[in-house]
């Protein structure tokens, strides 16, 4: 399975203990959106209907992962909700910390590695929606460099993004494939797909547009995926809120869910539809149509495809394996920067929001 993400990270920026800080330093610039920002906004209207607006955090540009909301927002959902959505496009924060900080009410974590750092080190939120359940990069190899699977990882060269986390997935597969040895890391300085191509590098991380590329250039790869070798399955981006405004706008926030869900549903259902919604929403993405059709038949088979419910059920035991993982290999820090041994997430997350039935 894959993941849209272009040529950033997903995952935390350097370490738990970086993102702790981050938190830290964000909170003190940063003005809460409801007492002001919100606030000055009800009253507003669309016709006849009072709409209030609710700040929505983008988790990076635009690309087909947000098809289910952009047909949301193309087929008036949110309104018929009394919602007027603002997106705060990405800039260069990762938007679980924009959203911990007061800086938006609500919108997409980067993945599941990136909401529960920002739960350990303090965040006050909720995943109140998980359109993407399942988490999408691989790690990829050209199918010509031999690499048949993570035991063949030995003695070759990752490109990344430096991050510990990469490098423990990395041995915990190899581990897991009966390995020794290590691999050598290279912080990437172009794009992982030119990397891979040009054999700068033997092994990187791939998201679903990195696998079009390759597709369209006749590129075959091996892939594996990380749930494949002992490391349990993160989920992707998910919806989080704060808790002040959860508490504030209980009604919002259901409506905000079920306008998700139906657009999400529609991106299960018929992806040419919600893919048409998304450009509409998002034109930049016009000249980039072949790819919109060929990561929307993935994301709506492979990753918005739900296990554990109706589309945006959140699983506490999926999250909870996760924070398991984390916690055992030191990828998890609270507020001060000190390392757990162990987090329970259920308290940040809810299914409370989804609509009945």
């Known amino acids: ?43 507003s209207t669309s016709g006849t ?9 983008m988790d990076y540009l635009p ?53 529960m750092t920002t739960f350990a080190a303090g965040g006050d939120m909720k995943v109140i929606f998980s359109g993407q359940p399942h988490a999408s990069p691989v790690v990829a190899a050209l199918a010509s460099s031999g690499i048949e ?18 490098k423990v997935a990395l041995e915990v597969m190899m581990q897991n494939d009966g390995a020794t040895g290590e691999v050598d890391q290279a912080v990437l300085s172009v794009g992982s797909t030119e990397a891979l191509k040009s054999k ?10 990195h696998l079009y590329d390759f597709d369209k250039a006749g590129i075959e790869l091996n892939t594996f995926e990380y749930q494949d070798y ?30 998700l869900q139906e657009g999400y549903q529609m991106a299960i259902d018929d992806p040419a539809a919600a893919n048409a919604a998304l450009i509409a929403q998002f034109p930049e993405l016009k000249t980039n149509t072949d790819l919109v059709d060929f990561t ?28 398991d993982y984390m916690a055992e290999n030191d990828l998890l820090a609270d507020e001060g920067g000190k390392v757990l041994t162990s987090f ?12 009945a039935g």
């Open 63 to 115: 690309s087909t992962n947000h098809n289910g909301l952009a047909y949301a927002m193309q087929e008036g959902l949110f309104e018929a909700q009394g919602i007027d959505l603002e997106l705060i496009p990405y800039v260069d924060a990762l938007s679980d910390t924009v959203i911990a900080a007061g800086r938006a009410e609500t919108g997409f974590s980067g993945d599941g590695e990136t909401a």
């Open 1 to 43: 399975m894959f993941r849209t993400a272009l040529e950033r990270p997903r995952t935390s920026r350097r370490s738990a203990v970086c993102l702790a800080a981050t938190l830290a330093t964000i909170s003190l610039g940063l003005t809460a959106c409801g007492d002001n920002e919100t606030d000055a906004a009800h009253g």
């Open 230 to 259: 002992g490391i349990p399955e993160g989920s992707g981006p998910a919806v989080m809120a704060r808790n002040d405004f959860l508490e504030a706008h209980d009604d919002l926030a259901h409506g905000l869910v079920a306008a």
């Open 296 to 323: 929307s038949e993935i994301y709506a088979e492979d990753i918005y495809a739900n296990p554990y419910g109706p589309t945006g059920t959140t699983s506490v035991a999926q999250w909870q394996a996760f924070a």
């Open 344 to 355: 329970d997430p259920a308290p940040y997350i809810t299914n409370d929001y989804l609509p």
């Open 200 to 209: 700068q590098v033997d092994l990187t991380r791939l998201w679903p547009e």
């Open 149 to 166: 699977s993570p035991a063949d990882f030995a003695g070759k060269t990752y490109g990344g993004y430096g991050l510990e986390s990469e």
């Open 49 to 57: 209907k009072e709409l209030t607006k609710v700040t929505f955090a």
